[in-house]
């Protein structure tokens, strides 16, 4: 026999199931028989087995059990019914296992070296190897998980070895062309289906419930699974992470019984297992979880067996594998379950994947006649009607083959066969609305999947969509079928390749012809107006996904040709641009521009719509249904891998940027709503900045980039003097208005007469117009504009703002409400109005009314009342002449009752009014303590370089809106220290007495650090060496949640758990989205504590006093204040490694900044034009964040309780 290495774990599961007496073959292939030590009685009752592997008893197990006596007494043991096994009948009916792929007898190689082989019986299934002593056996002897099987190789003389990663099976055959076809299904079943990590469950299904139970006559457990209908044993949770079991059960034959205390027995035909729970507890939910096992086995078999009686639906749609237990109810295709895992990675949008057996509820009788009359085949004749032998499935094909199959199948609809009305969305919707009133639902699946939109108008009023006109004409299938695809997303190709598109070629109904007019093309974009005198008469065709243009309709050779995979963009020019009323622009890959033109409005329609068309894939098919302005292919990225380009399609429609990038659904970018937009690296890289993301548009080709970059800057500026058509934040609110009443909050709200001062008037026009130009790129500065200018600036912008901020329509309704004299009644009536404002219009009213509240709560400071406010606002938003104060009245009742008409948080009010108090103290304590030439309020602060030291101090002004990296990028400019690539430079806030330190955020504000913190902290500035490390590690992570062991002390015994004080324990956590965990051991059920993530702070570092057990060590700070009282917690964290520390730390930041851990375009593109520190103040401490720490805790109190997100507080309705 050949030698097995130590590594080598020839491993065979206890003999629960098989007689003493075992066939045995020896390495001479000397049939022989062993006696195991197991004297078997010579008269028996009923069958038994013990509970030995074939070489060695389990640990402690008493083979006296087995001496003799009447079996059926010992206690402890696996009885059998007195018939022994049923007939082959009953075992066929029970349908025990999934469809075999081969099987047959070898000789398998037993564990710890022994000089023989033993005789098995081995069946393969696409989920596992299993071998029986025998061929009649029902219950295994040992189960390999397929997708745990990493190599299989044939070795010696008739030999193959079967490997995992962590053990090997050697396995003989009888021939050398039975080992080989051994060898070759084993690896077509396994091949792509090896698990990368050994945590996940060797079990194909999610376990239901999982533990240990004993089997009674045993002191050794077997860790044991439940997994939807069915139970596996295995010899310890080891094995069961390795996917190396005993044997699974089939839980449609069993039958659970409750027994005494902490035991009970399943019952099958074949077996009886008693087992024995650690508790009665426990015994109550494994009864409950192996009766729910069985629910699920039987509870829609009739299903099955009803959808099973079409005799083509009883083979996979996709595969052909038998007795599919799954179906796509949406896409009407029976599947088998290595199938259905494939579709349910296409999500939901594309296939609703159910079970015949499990989901009992969805089989409603229409759906399963729906399934009867169609069947696979006949649906396959839509589905499958062009798939190349070469790319077809096969019961055993691995899951990469099936993954690929499904995606071109189902995502693509690469095989489909495509309606004669594929393309003209008019005449597929008006085929479905004629179909669905017949019975013919092959024909409706094809128009449905062809792109015929179930949700169409019918035109017809009693009957408004295709389902309801489906039901009025009695086709409940009809129905049933567009029930299930309200929301499907339709085929579509995808990008392939890094680079490359997968183009759809257009079917044989995309074609056109006739007469256009054409000018020269060009090598450069259009400046001026083309006239008709340089236009020609051009027969243009466009075939086969070729545009051709011919001299005249005589010509047979054309003068021109553009295929289709060459145009990357095409362009719709405004009415009456040029010479022609309706022209078009198409961009070649070879940077040409042709430009087309006709008088006739719906022909140069139908060619635009044509041309797209031809040369937009499937996969950005929906870009069609716009009405673009312009359309095309370009290169972006964007996410935290910025080395490797996507392949992106476009279409601008408005100020409305719709993409579909490779490997993902379609977006839409609304482009007034951007925070940035720029154009750099020498006209070369279109910049958008969204919230959370950035996507950079690159520029392969000049000429089209070109226009691309021109028109999204003009769809991104003002498009109008409406308030639907300004550059908006996030919350719909234009910018302008947001920026005023931000400033004018932040430094304003004490300025006498705030509102009813005139601004300078030439500074007014002068910033109406740069905010008409783009609101966006204007940042109003304290010292650089004046209260009064932007005051009048946000009052001239509702002036002069076109339907006015009421709306034309509604205006003089708004102001006799005010006449009203119920006050209830008043109210309700503005409630009605607001609600029927447009959407913006809503968010402005609502921000500036907000604004106005507050300004009159300090009017002892500013002089302006409600009345005041009214006596301005009022002419001011109704555009009125102000004669008579009814637009006044209107006003001061939206004021006065801003809370019950807006529906007002009024605790988030409150907290918004104690912030602004906050602000105007403190700048009245700066401006007592430091005179300033200029107005406006900073804290000087202390900043560090490096080090803590004396020379590498730097004072600087902190405005509250300076983040993080912008406070780094001004120290790093002082000292011309000059950002190199790939330096992390970063704002540490440092505490020395808790020995602990943690990078801020780039985006993180300084200010509410400063006023956290006591003396015995201070600010650093200095590399993250570890960032680059973290970014590599989070680019790397398939899942943003993480898990593991670490070493765990609390501060205090504030937490509650009863941990002895002084000493650090090991604890289980699992950090998420959403919450950080903590688990006595991996095993429990319920967590210790539960900590929501966003109330975190971690620090890197323990204090040494607290005797950690290693160096790497984190400390959290859990912060919760939205109790009445502030808690505060921290514990403290230790890692086994450095680099288990930082992967720790990355997740942390990656879930609490939505992965947003580093600027994706540098450090130093966060900087920002700041005014420098005065350089009077000399090296003066900080103020007032220096000195005793009852001082300025004592100045700052309102921080401490609750720290402001910024010095400007932003609105309640910015939140």
């Known amino acids: 026999m050949d030698s097995l290495d130590d590594n080598s774990d020839e491993y065979e599961d206890p003999d629960l199931f098989n007689p003493s007496v075992h066939r045995m073959t020896t390495p001479d292939g000397v049939r022989v028989c062993k006696d195991m030590s197991l004297q078997v009685p010579g008269q028996v009752k009923g069958r038994y087995s013990s509970l030995c592997s074939d070489d060695e008893l389990l640990d402690d197990d008493d083979p006296t059990l087995w001496q003799g006596g009447d079996l059926s007494k010992i206690k402890g043991s696996v009885c059998l019914p007195n018939t022994g096994k049923l007939d082959s009948a009953t075992k066929e009916d029970s349908s025990q296992l999934a469809a075999v792929i081969k099987m047959g007898w070898l000789d398998k190689n037993p564990p710890q070296g022994a000089l023989y082989y033993q005789r098995r019986w081995v069946k393969l299934d696409v989920d596992y190897l299993r071998y029986f002593d025998n061929d009649k056996e029902i219950y295994s002897k040992g189960i390999i998980s397929t997708a745990f099987i990493t190599n299989v190789t044939g070795v010696g003389e008739l030999k193959f070895e079967v490997a995992t990663n962590n053990r090997t099976f050697i396995f003989r055959a009888e021939s050398e062309a039975e080992r080989n076809d051994w060898v070759t299904v084993l690896q077509d079943c396994t091949r792509g289906r090896h698990r990368r990590s050994t945590m996940n469950p060797g079990s194909p299904l999610t376990p239901d419930y999982q533990g240990y139970l004993e089997l009674k006559g045993l002191r050794s457990k077997l860790y044991t699974v439940v997994a939807s209908d069915k139970v596996f044993l295995y010899k310890n949770i080891d094995d069961y992470r390795i996917g190396v079991g005993i044997t699974s059960i089939e839980m449609n034959v069993g039958n659970v019984k409750d027994l005494d205390r902490r035991s009970f027995d399943l019952t099958t035909p074949y077996r009886i297992f008693s087992f024995i729970a650690e508790s009665e507890q426990l015994r109550e939910q494994w009864v409950d979880a192996m009766r729910n096992a069985i629910g699920e086995a039987l509870s829609n078999s009739e299903v099955a067996d009803r959808i099973w009686a079409e005799p083509n639906n009883s083979f996979c749609a996709d595969c052909a594998a038998p007795k599919p237990e799954w179906a796509a109810i949406n896409l009407c295709v029976v599947i088998c379950k290595r199938c259905a895992g494939e579709h349910r990675g296409l999500g939901p949008s594309i296939s609703k994947v159910r079970s015949l057996k499990m989901d009992r509820k969805v089989w409603t009788e229409e759906l399963i006649q729906l399934f009867l009359l169609l069947g696979n085949e006949r649906v396959n004749s839509f589905w499958a009607a062009n798939v190349p032998p070469s790319e077809a499935l096969t019961p055993s094909s691995c899951s990469e083959e099936r993954r690929r199959f499904i995606t071109n199948k189902y995502r693509q609809g690469k095989y489909r066969k495509y309606h004669p009305l594929y393309g003209n969305q008019r005449e597929l919707n008006n085929a479905l609305c004629i179909n669905v009133q017949c019975s013919d639902v092959l024909e409706t699946l094809g128009l449905i999947f062809c792109g015929a939109d179930v949700n169409c108008s019918t035109g017809m009023a009693s009957w408004p969509s295709p389902l309801s006109l489906a039901n009025a004409h009695s086709q409940p299938l009809q129905a049933e079928l567009i029930s299930h695809n309200l929301n499907t997303e339709l085929p579509r190709s995808e990008v392939g390749g890094a680079m490359e598109a997968v183009h759809y070629s257009a079917p044989p109904s995309v074609s056109l012809n006739g007469f256009l007019f054409k000018t020269a093309s060009m090598a450069r974009a259009i400046t001026e107006r083309k006239a008709r005198e340089e236009f020609s008469r051009r027969w243009c065709t466009l075939n086969d996904g070729i545009f051709s243009y011919y001299e005249s309709d005589k010509n047979s050779n054309p003068n021109g040709a553009l295929k289709a995979s060459e145009i990357v963009c095409l362009v719709v020019d405004m009415p009456e641009k040029h010479g022609y009323d309706n022209t078009f622009e198409l961009y070649s890959e070879s940077e ?106 690159e520029g392969e080709r000049k000429l089209d980039f070109a226009g691309w970059c021109g028109a999204i800057q003009t769809a991104a500026g003002s498009g109008g003097d409406t308030l639907s058509q300004q550059q908006l934040t996030e919350t719909d609110i234009p910018v302008i208005v947001h920026s005023c009443i931000g400033y004018i909050t932040q430094c304003g709200l004490t300025s006498e007469g705030i509102y009813r001062k005139s601004g300078v008037n030439s500074r007014v026009a002068a910033l109406c117009e740069r905010f008409r130009r783009d609101a966006r790129s204007l940042c109003l500065r304290e010292g650089e504009h004046q209260v009064d200018d932007v005051s009048n600036t946000l009052k001239r912008f509702f002036r002069e703002l076109e339907e006015g901020l009421f709306t034309s329509e509604d205006a003089s309704t708004w102001l006799s409400t005010a006449a009203i004299q119920d006050e209830s009644m008043k109210i309700s009536q503005y409630q009605l109005l607001f609600n029927r404002l447009p959407r913006v219009n809503k968010a402005t009213l609502q921000a500036l009314i907000n604004h106005l509240y507050c300004v009159q709560r300090f009017s002892e400071l500013n002089q302006m009342n409600l009345h005041n406010l009214a006596i301005v606002f009022g002419p001011t938003l109704f555009q009125t002449d102000g004669k008579d104060y009814t637009a006044g009245r209107a006003i001061e009742d939206l004021i006065q009752h801003y809370t019950l008409i807006f529906e007002v948080d009024e605790h988030q009010l409150k907290k918004q009014l104690e912030e602004i108090t906050v602000i105007i103290q403190v700048r009245e304590k700066l401006s007592t303590k430091f005179p300033r030439t200029e107005p406006g309020g900073h804290f000087i602060c202390t900043v560090y370089l490096e080090e803590k030291k004396d020379t590498a101090e730097q004072h600087v002004k ?51 650090i400063l006023h956290s913190f006591g003396t015995d902290s201070h600010l650093l500035i200095k590399k993250y060496l570890a960032m680059e490390t973290m970014i590599i590690y989070l680019t790397s992570k398939v899942d943003a949640s993480k898990h593991g062991m670490m070493k765990f002390r609390e501060e205090r015994s504030i937490l509650g758990l009863g941990l002895t004080s002084g000493s650090f324990h090991d604890r289980y956590f699992i950090l998420n989205l959403s919450s950080l965990r903590m688990y006595k051991e991996v095993r429990s059920n319920r967590p210790e504590r539960d900590w929501p993530v966003k109330n975190l702070k971690v620090y890197l570092g323990i204090k040494k006093k607290l005797r950690p057990p290693t160096c790497w060590g984190l400390t959290v700070v859990y912060e919760n204040k939205k109790q009445e009282r502030q808690e505060r917690q921290q514990w403290y964290l230790c890692c086994d490694t450095q680099s288990e520390m930082r992967e720790w730390y990355a997740t942390f930041l990656s879930i609490q900044y939505d992965g947003n851990v580093w600027p994706q375009d540098g450090l130093q593109q966060t900087r920002v034009s700041r005014v420098l520190p005065d350089t009077r103040h000399g090296n003066v401490s900080l103020i007032p964040l220096r000195g005793s720490e009852n001082e300025m805790r004592n100045s700052v109190a309102a921080f401490s309780q609750d720290p402001l997100a910024e010095l400007g507080v932003a609105p309640v309705w910015d939140r």
Not at 958 to 980: H, W, Y
Not at 981 to 995: L, R
């Open 958 to 1008: 902190i405005p509250g809106s300076m983040t993080a990296a912008e406070l780094t990028c001004e120290v790093l400019d002082r000292r011309n220290i000059t950002v190199k690539d790939k330096e992390y430079w970063s704002c540490w806030e440092v505490s020395d007495k808790e020995e602990m330190e943690r990078p801020l955020h780039y985006q993180e504000r300084v200010l509410p």
């Open 592 to 697: 040409r521009l042709y430009l087309f033109g006709t008088d006739d409005p719906d022909s140069h329609k139908e060619w635009v719509k044509s041309i797209a068309k031809s040369f937009i894939p499937a996969s950005a098919e929906p870009l069609l249904r716009l009405g673009f302005e312009r359309i095309g292919r370009l290169k972006c990225k964007d996410g935290l891998n910025l080395q490797t380009s996507k392949v992106g399609w476009f279409a601008l429609v408005g100020s409305t940027l719709h993409a579909y990038l490779e490997d993902s659904q379609g977006e839409e970018i609304h482009l007034r709503k951007l925070n940035e937009l720029s154009i750099q690296q020498d006209n070369e890289v279109l910049v958008l900045v969204e919230r959370g993301r950035t996507l950079y548009i």
